[in-house]
């Protein structure tokens, strides 16, 4: 064998396997792949003037290389059970927090000293939702910040660097299962190792069907959540993330009993592109050094749609309303709320006029032209529930993108150790359906390395 263990894929679960495989046993031969580029060659193209939207890069700078989907994040690492994945739900709750727990200490150990963590426990805000039937879930947050993130990442490669082989902007093919392991097949080369673990994201969601498909690993569809982000001034969260930083508020709609949850809050941050499979969509982020911040907070709303048989392809159903946008906007659309709920478009001069500037250009359009009408009431109903808890949340100037749109991977038959029906091929993180978040998807990794050292 070439190696004791490949990870396909250096996000945090690939980056947490590696790290606690090499704490637990140094003498391991591992090699990472990794298709996108090592990260500092990691560099999206818009500057805001010379290139304005996404170009549609062959390796998506946002979503690949070390560090993953999550190196250009907000770094907001969720520890809780309540959101994020339901990796609780193959290991235990207790072990899920602990794993979560002990990659915080790692965080802090590389770079992320000093950052605050917030906490929802003893809130008063969860009082104050109940009473508007808004309901904000327990969790505690560490808020590393998109530049402290960073520096983590950097911390970790220079740590991991030398003890762990990386191979850079060489995606893999194909898995096959061998003798007495497994042979990682990539376009000019093959490897052979003894465990794999498979760590590939949402981006490579795709492929990571193929792999199943060609071993005939069970998967079962799974969900897609739509909706829009939203952008208003700081002040009107202000209240909310001076105090938790991350609210996820739930909220069930009078009108179809659809739930609606914020998710992703950025307070005094940007709304950014962000590409899948080349299909543009829209997310946030924020800084944690004041010099970097903006006047605006930023969260996304959306709905989860499930289906029933025979429907099995939520992602596509995803990704044609998104590309519905994509086609009416060339990327992503921008609406006013006070202009969707009067049933016209936003024009470039109703945005320039508006009290809240936008932190991304995007198209001034209409959103009821692109979203389910279903999807969008739920949107219209949470924005007026949430203005009686932040009030100024349901003005004519909060801006809406479209579309958010938050994919999940196939779920993949593992058992509790992570495992497929093939001793030791392992996959984890975002890439399994069982993660959702950057401490889930870490916490897997470190997970499975643990059973890789007889822990
Ligand atoms: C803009 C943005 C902001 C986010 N903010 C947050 C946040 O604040 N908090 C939070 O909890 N989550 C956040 N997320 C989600 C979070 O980043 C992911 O949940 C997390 O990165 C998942 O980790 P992972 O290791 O499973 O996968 P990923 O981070 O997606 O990493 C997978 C890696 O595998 C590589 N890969 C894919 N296919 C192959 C292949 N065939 N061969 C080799 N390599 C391959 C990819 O290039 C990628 O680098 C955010 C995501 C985005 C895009």
Same mark, same amino acid.
């Given at each position: 064998?070439?190696?004791?263990?490949?990870?396909?894929?250096?996000?945090?679960?690939?980056?947490?396997?590696?790290?606690? @495989?090499?704490?637990?046993?140094?003498?391991?031969?591992?090699?990472?792949?990794? $298709?996108?580029?090592?990260?500092?060659?990691?560099?999206?193209?818009?500057?805001?003037?010379?290139?304005?939207?996404?170009?549609?890069?062959?390796?998506?700078?946002?979503?690949?290389?070390?560090?993953?989907?999550?190196?250009?994040? +907000?770094?907001?690492?969720?520890?809780?059970?309540?959101?994020?994945?339901?990796?609780?739900?193959?290991?235990?709750?207790?072990?899920?927090?602990? %794993?979560?727990?002990?990659?915080?200490?790692?965080?802090?150990?590389?770079?992320?000293?000093?950052?605050?963590?917030?906490?929802?426990?003893?809130?008063?805000?969860?009082?104050?939702?109940?009473?508007?039937?808004?309901?904000?879930?327990?969790?505690?947050?560490?808020?590393?910040?998109? +530049?402290?993130?960073?520096?983590?990442?950097?911390?970790?490669? $220079?740590?991991?660097?030398?003890? /762990?082989?990386?191979?850079?902007?060489?995606?893999?093919?194909?898995?096959?299962?061998?003798?007495?392991?497994? $042979?990682?097949?990539?376009?000019?080369?093959?490897?052979?190792?003894?465990?794999?673990?498979?760590?590939?994201?949402r981006s490579g969601s795709k492929w990571?069907?193929?792999?199943?498909? *060609? %071993?005939?690993? %069970?998967?079962?569809?799974?969900?897609?959540?739509?909706?829009?982000?939203?952008?208003?001034?700081?002040? /009107?969260?202000?209240?909310?993330? +001076? !105090?938790?930083?991350?609210?996820?508020?739930?909220?069930?709609?009078?009108?179809?009993?659809?739930?609606?949850?914020?998710?992703?809050?950025?307070?005094?941050?940007?709304?950014?592109?962000?590409?899948?499979?080349?299909?543009?969509?829209?997310?946030?982020?924020?800084?944690?050094?004041?010099?970097?911040?903006?006047?605006?907070?930023?969260?996304?709303?959306?709905?989860?749609?499930?289906?029933?048989?025979?429907?099995?392809?939520?992602?596509?159903?995803? !990704?044609?309303?998104?590309?519905?946008s994509n086609m009416l906007g060339g990327?992503?659309?921008?609406?006013?709320?006070?202009?969707?709920?009067?049933?016209?478009?936003?024009?470039?001069?109703?945005?320039?006029?508006?009290?809240?500037?936008?932190?991304?250009?995007?198209?001034?359009? *209409? %959103?009821?032209?692109?979203?389910?009408?279903?999807?969008?009431?739920?949107?219209?109903?949470?924005?007026?529930?949430?203005?009686?808890?932040?009030?100024?949340?349901?003005?004519?100037?909060?801006?809406l993108y479209g579309v958010e749109v938050?994919?999940?991977?196939?779920?993949?038959?593992?058992?509790?150790?992570?495992?497929?029906?093939?001793?030791?091929?392992?996959?984890?993180? +975002?890439?399994?359906?069982?993660?959702?978040? @950057?401490?889930?998807?870490?916490?897997?990794?470190?997970?499975?390395?643990? *059973?890789?050292?007889?822990?």
């Amino acid at each position: 064998m070439n190696y004791d263990v490949i990870i396909i894929g250096a996000g945090p679960g690939g980056i947490f396997s590696a790290y606690e @495989l090499i704490q637990k046993k140094p003498e391991l031969n591992i090699a990472v792949f990794e $298709a996108g580029h090592p990260l500092s060659k990691r560099r999206c193209p818009i500057d805001g003037v010379k290139v304005k939207s996404c170009i549609g890069c062959k390796s998506c700078s946002i979503m690949s290389g070390f560090g993953g989907a999550g190196a250009f994040s +907000d770094g907001k690492y969720n520890i809780t059970n309540d959101f994020g994945g339901t990796l609780y739900e193959y290991i235990g709750k207790k072990r899920a927090l602990e %794993l979560m727990r002990y990659v915080d200490d790692i965080n802090m150990a590389y770079g992320g000293q000093g950052t605050k963590l917030y906490s929802t426990a003893g809130s008063k805000f969860k009082k104050e939702c109940i009473q508007h039937d808004l309901h904000l879930l327990d969790a505690s947050v560490r808020h590393l910040g998109t +530049d402290i993130n960073y520096v983590v990442l950097e911390n970790l490669y $220079a740590y991991l660097k030398d003890k /762990v082989q990386f191979f850079f902007d060489t995606p893999v093919e194909t898995v096959e299962v061998i003798d007495g392991g497994y $042979a990682v097949i990539t376009k000019d080369e093959g490897f052979t190792c003894e465990k794999c673990i498979i760590s590939v994201g949402r981006s490579g969601s795709k492929w990571m069907e193929s792999v199943c498909r *060609d %071993l005939s690993i %069970l998967t079962k569809s799974n969900r897609v959540d739509i909706g829009v982000r939203v952008e208003l001034p700081a002040e /009107v969260f202000s209240h909310l993330t +001076d !105090e938790l930083y991350e609210s996820k508020i739930v909220y069930r709609t009078q009108k179809y009993g659809d739930r609606v949850r914020t998710f992703c809050m950025n307070p005094k941050g940007a709304v950014v592109n962000e590409n899948t499979n080349g299909i543009i969509t829209v997310n946030g982020h924020s800084y944690e050094d004041p010099a970097r911040q903006t006047e605006n907070t930023n969260f996304a709303l959306l709905v989860a749609k499930h289906f029933s048989e025979p429907f099995k392809d939520s992602n596509g159903y995803g !990704e044609s309303i998104a590309r519905l946008s994509n086609m009416l906007g060339g990327g992503v659309i921008v609406q006013r709320f006070g202009d969707l709920i009067r049933g016209r478009r936003s024009t470039p001069s109703r945005i320039e006029e508006s009290f809240v500037t936008p932190t991304l250009n995007a198209t001034p359009g *209409d %959103l009821s032209l692109v979203l389910p009408k279903r999807i969008l009431d739920g949107i219209i109903e949470m924005i007026y529930a949430l203005d009686k808890v932040a009030p100024g949340t349901a003005n004519d100037d909060t801006l809406l993108y479209g579309v958010e749109v938050k994919f999940y991977n196939m779920e993949v038959a593992v058992n509790s150790q992570l495992q497929t029906r093939y001793p030791g091929l392992y996959i984890i993180g +975002d890439g399994s359906g069982i993660t959702h978040s @950057l401490s889930h998807a870490s916490a897997s990794g470190v997970h499975v390395a643990r *059973d890789i050292v007889g822990e």
